[in-house]
């Protein structure tokens, strides 16, 4: 497998840092949380876009996904869900960043919900194959099981979407892994991993301290999937401080990786 963790964990964190943590730490990529309060976002210049990567390139680590807040199944006009989408794209592309992240952020009427997140999805990844990245949908509130992710993606039906396994709002929803993983296994671009203390405490836990069935969310993988350690650092500031988590966290993995069957 190979491991990443996402800037969510670092809050305040500049990029010269997050690259020598993340190769401190032995992790071979990085989530950038793409916001207004993040060091990199769609507002970044040329050359600034140019620097990032350059960093990440020296130092061979790799910018796994620009995690941006686009909710693609959101009410209201398509017309800038898919702008802020496609800033996304342009703004993954220039880091090298072969994934996009969207959240769906539907409502109650699930059958408006998936026709406005496939059409829009549908339109967007046009421009992503174009410049090719791939727009990758996170199961998250209103679409959290991996059963409702996949739903979308078959509707879209393109080699340009893809899913997101966040594992634990399956999880909160009742989905069991293997379930989870049988609906998003022909769209996964990569797993976010996490720990919490319940269904009730989502303050983020070291992995392997908490609840969340991570062998069983591990089971089945592919070799050489992506798993990225979501930390909630920056929701939750009373939490341990993740660097010195980091570590110990990818052996906590290897070891549940090396006793799979």
């Known amino acids: ?140 509130d209103s679409h959290p099981a991996g059963a409702d992710v996949a739903r979308v993606l078959r509707r879209v039906d393109h080699p340009h979407t893809g899913a997101i396994w966040d594992v634990l709002h399956p999880w909160l929803g009742g989905e069991e892994p293997a379930a989870a993983h049988t609906a998003l296994a022909p769209f996964l671009g990569y797993v976010q991993v996490k720990d919490v203390a319940s269904r009730d405490d989502l303050a983020p836990l070291p992995l392997g301290a908490g609840a969340l069935p991570l062998a069983e969310c591990l089971s089945g993988l592919t070799p050489g999937t992506w798993l990225s350690w979501e930390y909630e650092k920056r929701w939750h500031p009373g939490a341990p401080e993740l660097p010195a988590l980091l570590e110990p966290g990818r052996r906590h993995l290897e070891s549940l990786l090396a006793a799979t069957p």
């Open 1 to 140: 497998m190979r491991y990443a963790f996402s800037t969510l964990g670092v809050p305040g964190m500049g990029v010269e840092e997050v690259v020598g943590l993340a190769v401190r730490s032995g992790y071979e990529g990085v989530e950038l949380r793409a916001a207004e309060d993040e060091p990199v976002h769609a507002g970044l210049g040329r050359r600034e876009r140019e620097r990032v990567a350059a960093e990440f390139g020296r130092a061979g680590v790799e910018v796994l996904a620009v995690c941006g807040y686009a909710r693609i199944a959101a009410e209201g006009d398509d017309a800038p869900v898919l702008r802020e989408i496609r800033e996304l794209l342009r703004l993954a592309a220039d880091l090298g960043a072969p994934f996009v992240r969207v959240f769906p952020g539907g409502g109650r009427d699930r059958a408006g919900s998936d026709a406005a997140a496939a059409r829009r999805l549908g339109a967007a990844a046009e421009t992503a194959a174009g410049i090719g990245v791939r727009i990758l949908l996170e199961t998250h």
